[in-house]
């Protein structure tokens, strides 16, 4: 399952997957196959995702176009 809305999120903000990888305490490769879908994202990392970028979970995963929380 591929996540683009990661991605999106990211580029959109400017952010360098390095920076995000840092900040989930991961790899920069583990955090690109995560946007790429070659991983598949733990609830741990999926919330984390969330909160900074202050969007729902359902969103990261491209189950709603939405990007606020309800």
């Avoid at 991605?7 to 920076?19: A, F, P, S, T, V």
């Avoid at 994202?41 to 970028?53: R, V």
């Avoid at 729902?56 to 709603?64: A, E, H, K, N, P």
């Amino acid at each position: 399952m591929q996540y683009p809305n990661i991605r999106n999120l990211r580029e959109d903000h400017d952010y360098k997957q390095r920076e995000l990888a840092e900040y989930l305490n991961v790899s920069q490769n583990t955090y690109s196959q995560y946007e790429t879908g070659a991983i598949e994202l733990t609830a741990p990392t999926l919330i984390k995702l969330s909160e900074f970028y202050h969007v729902s979970v359902d969103y990261l995963l491209g189950l709603t176009d939405k990007p606020t929380k309800q």
